[in-house]
């Protein structure tokens, strides 16, 4: 039976063997998978023990998705622009690596929430690395603006410098601090920073929120985080968190590593907290 993980620290709260076992169950997989807790420091040693016992792929999560890029020999576009991955995939020498957090989250705001993302004027908070991995798969499906903001503005104009130098529309894609938002309105909004784990908000004006529009949380699992609170008293017409991006991220490693995409809507309910 083929071995698959995921790795992390801390990694008890990982739901992703639940997910990847009910693909397995759904598309008639015979496969295993396990959580494994790296050890901090030491990624390429549990990672290389993984191998030896017969592990096929893994899930990469924090802090090791920097490590999981740096270990691969072949490192997909996806993985060398962001920096980081978050699935690997084993053959005999070879190690692939690939960063479906951004895929996954694009298909969770066109094809799950029936939000397109063409043509609309989109705004990312945060310039970690969620957000550098978003950003391609978010030009990719067409805005007409993508703002990158950050507490921190040169963090945002750095990151954005890079990917401009990958051939990123200067027109589209920009780069900005929270005071530069002024009464802009946003069709999209998405938290991409790690503010709602500690019961934070972005300071984030309420006017760039537009009524009409999405605002997506990428923390999943914490039911009306701060952000979304906003976002509700803003009066927005469509709230998310995360759960789907989470689940359809991993639908992306699972029909890498298996040859079959399984379907995903069933999975996001199961995972889905109310938002009271």
């Known amino acids: 039976m083929d071995c698959y993980a995921v790795i992390g620290n801390p990694i008890e709260h990982s ?8 693909f397995a169950q759904a598309t008639g997989q015979a496969l295993s998978y396990q959580k494994i807790e790296g050890p901090l420091g030491q990624f390429a040693a549990a990672v ?4 030896q016992q017969g592990g096929r792929g893994l899930n990469v999560t924090v802090p090791f998705k920097t490590d999981a890029c740096a270990y691969a020999t072949e490192p997909a576009e996806s993985a060398r622009c962001a920096g980081a991955a978050n699935a690997l995939k084993f053959d005999g020498s ?10 996954g989250l694009v298909r969770d705001i066109v094809d799950n929430l029936n939000c397109p993302i063409q043509g609309k004027r989109v705004l990312v908070l945060g310039a970690g690395g969620a957000t550098r991995g978003a950003i391609l798969p978010l030009l990719n499906a067409g805005p007409t603006r993508l703002l990158v903001v950050n507490r ?3 963090k945002a104009l750095e ?3 890079f990917f401009h130098a990958q051939g990123a529309s200067t027109g ?3 780069s900005g601090g929270y005071a530069d938002l002024g009464a802009d309105a946003f069709d999209i909004v998405i938290n991409a920073t790690s503010a709602s784990l500690t019961a934070d908000l972005p300071p984030l004006p309420g006017t760039a929120l537009h009524a009409d529009g999405l605002a997506y949380d990428m923390v999943y699992g914490q039911g009306l985080t701060p952000f979304l609170q906003l976002a509700q008293r803003a009066q927005v017409r469509q709230l998310a968190d995360g759960v789907g991006m989470l689940v359809e991220q991993a639908a992306e490693a699972f029909a890498w590593w298996r040859g079959v995409r399984p379907a995903t809507q069933a999975v996001i309910r199961q995972l889905t907290v109310a938002r009271v």
């Open 15 to 22: 739901q992703s063997p639940l997910i990847h076992r009910a």
């Open 172 to 174: 589209v894609l920009e």
């Open 48 to 51: 290389n023990r993984f191998r």
């Open 159 to 161: 990151l954005v410098r």
């Open 94 to 103: 070879r190690c692939q690596a690939e960063n479906f957090d951004g895929i």
């Open 152 to 154: 921190s503005v040169g």
